[in-house]
């Protein structure tokens, strides 16, 4: 026997038609005798609507009152599907966050999990072989009592951590899509399903655009090493094999992984900026002064390139934002502009950052060289690059994004036969 967790996305609770599935997959696991949480999000499209709701309502709200009404899409799934389960004859109940309760920051919108105690659900499996059917996404902050949200796609992390809380084998993520791909399928056809995958490339994939899990849902499981499993929750559940294993990539120890490849993924994102700032000061405390306030701001910024400069006197800095906050750091650096010392600002939003991905990349070299001579043989110009251990970015315009991904997704072998 084994103790599961089980994650439905919104996609796969999207009627009770879907709930009704998920609870035959649910029914499934507990026939063959394993101890199941479930953790579920909202409906499809009901997190949506809540968000909406809030900002007709004042378009800047109270974020106490904003996770009073988002973290409400979630009940409504937990009840229904215990509902559904106990039609089965499968004994279960739902619990809200703060009913466990997952203790998280006051950071309301987007906090953090502080502490989950898991002997109430341990001690409900093993006096009332009852499944848990947990909202995902909830909270609740310990001082103030108040509910708390996790930030879009929170339930994934909700998920890892209630695993890690009562000690679970494994979190199966059941969503719309049958595992993690070598890259996007839908602009690569020949993209690949990875059987295994490690949590830092995975980690790398999510942050840079992959957009299967919550990036502090791989953190956790990393932290904490709960085994994740992406699959599809459209698979009829009586096709599934109790003792085979069923199609879908598992997030693991990198040592789990035998056959390890230089490159496992590529990911993309077109949600990027980039910022140049010209003939900027070369002197001490410069780039305090243009990053200081942008943290300040609470703008989160990447690929930063500066040049050496070649009169000792000026040089260039260009780093990139998410394309949402662009406007937003263009003003910020124009208010500092005096502390700064600056020619000119220059920007673009027609650019994609393209990341290649792999634990191979540690003890290989030249990894890097071969896609900048692949995209030059494509006339692609590249931007700015960083790298670090395990993968390097590029930032290339836009329009070039595909055509990038599938040269680099060739070059490295990562084509399905
Ligand atoms: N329902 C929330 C959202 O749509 C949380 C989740 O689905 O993971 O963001
Ligand atoms: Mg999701």
Redesign the pocket.
Known sequence: MSRLVMKF??TSVADIDRIRNVARHVKREIDAGHEVAVVV?AMAGTTNQLVKWCTEAAPLHDTREYDVVVASGEQVTAGLLAITLQGMGVAARSWQGWQIPVLTSDVHGSARIVEIDGTKLINRFRDHSEVAVICGFQGIHEETGRITTLGR?G??TSAVAIAAAIGADRCDIY?DVDGVYTTDPRVVSRARRLDRIAFEEMLELASLGA?V??VRSVELGMVHNVRIFVRSSFDKPEDIDPHGVPPGTLICNEEEIVEQQVVTGIAFSKDEAQISIRRVEDKPGVAAAIFGPLAEAGINVDMIVQNVSGDGATTDLTFTVPAADYVRAGDVLATSRAKIGYERLDGATDVAKVSVIGIGMRSHAGVAAGAFRALADRGINIRAITTSEIKFSLLIDAAYTELAVRTLHSLYGLDKS
């Open positions: 996305g919104g999000s796609g339930s994934d969503t957009k899990l919550q």
